[in-house]
């Protein structure tokens, strides 16, 4: 098995990170001219997020990098959690451990995608 590089771990997070911050603040623009329902929207597209920086990593960086973006994403769900402290309490922890888990395995599947679009 091929070494972890964590430059590209944190390279990873950056791009999770703000694909995360640009969907949010579409989607708050477009909630409050549609009066809701890109809160409804922004739920059933926020995973895409995570497939699309682990495409990102996957594609841009050198070699093969497929385990990255998936620590990444981890390492951004446990910020968002670390943030959101304030509104945490056991169900939403519990939904934050899930969404995790999703996100690890969607920016694999990104990541690998990247991979073989690169040519690797």
């Known amino acids: 098995m091929n070494e972890i590089r964590w430059s590209w ?9 703000v694909t995360q911050v640009l969907l949010g603040f579409a989607f708050t ?3 409050l ?18 497939f699309v920086g682990g495409f990102i990593t996957g594609y841009i960086s050198p070699g093969i990098t497929i385990v990255e973006p998936a620590i990444g994403v981890v390492l951004a769900t446990v910020l968002s959690i670390i943030f959101d402290s304030q509104r945490l309490f ?4 519990i ?8 996100a690890f395995f969607l920016a694999i599947w ?7 679009v690169q040519g690797n």
């Open 110 to 116: 990104g990541a690998s995608l990247g991979e073989r």
């Open 33 to 50: 001219a549609t009066l809701g329902m890109g809160f409804l929207l922004f739920l059933f597209l926020k995973p895409i997020t995570y």
């Open 29 to 31: 623009v477009f909630g």
């Open 9 to 17: 771990v944190g390279i990873s997070l950056i791009i999770m990170v």
């Open 95 to 102: 939904g934050l451990i899930f969404t995790s888990v999703i």
């Open 90 to 93: 056991p169900g939403r922890l």
